[in-house]
């Protein structure tokens, strides 16, 4: 019932702006009555939440290792890319911010598994690291969030590799700095 409930909601969500989709219009398309949505969910936001955790889940577990920060990159925008009509329905609305804690929380989870490589070999504090994952935590939901500003208009593809180019090396290098402190 919950994945019909899902699949009809994220239908809808590509066809129409949130704001629109109401559980009567859900619980009819999906062929269900009010009473089975309000079982499973407490209203549309509680469903969002379900539906978004879920595929940053998924997204994670898929990669449980990261050589690059492009790579890094490169999953933070697919979580958004996958579902481009629905992530855009859902963060142009009062769910937004359900939206971005996700977004965070796959922002952080591919830029520490990416540091993990970088500090596995070498002995700076705890503090530094922290440092050093913050920023790169905040680069990434950053051009994440300009991206989606934009109506994820730009090749974000062609940004990350360009990106990545730029920043080549400064990873390694703030860690240096950090060893020589």
């Not at 925008?77 to 911010?97: G, L, T, W």
């Not at 400064?170 to 060893?179: F, G, H, K, S, V």
Request: net charge negative; aromatic share 12%.
């Amino acid at each position: 019932m919950k994945e019909a409930i899902k699949k009809t909601f994220m239908e809808l969500l590509t066809e129409m702006p949130l704001s629109e989709i109401t559980v009567k219009l859900l619980v009819e398309k999906c062929g269900i009555n009010r009473n089975s949505f309000y079982y499973h969910y407490q209203g549309i936001p509680s469903l969002i939440e379900e539906m978004v955790k879920d595929e940053a889940d998924l997204l994670i577990s898929r990669y449980d290792t990261i050589d690059s920060l492009e790579m890094a990159l490169h999953a933070a925008a697919s979580f958004v890319e996958e579902q481009r009509a629905a992530v855009m329905h859902i963060y142009n609305s009062i769910s937004r911010d359900v939206f971005e804690k996700y977004l965070w929380m796959i922002c952080d989870y591919v830029v520490k598994k990416y540091l993990e490589g970088l500090f596995s070999d070498v002995e700076i504090s705890e503090v530094d690291k922290e440092i050093i994952t913050r920023f790169f935590r905040c680069e990434c939901f950053g051009l994440m969030i300009y991206w989606l500003d934009r109506r994820m208009e730009t090749n974000m593809e062609e940004h990350i590799s360009r990106f990545c180019q730029m920043y080549r090396n400064m990873p390694e290098e703030m860690i240096q700095r950090a060893i020589a402190k």
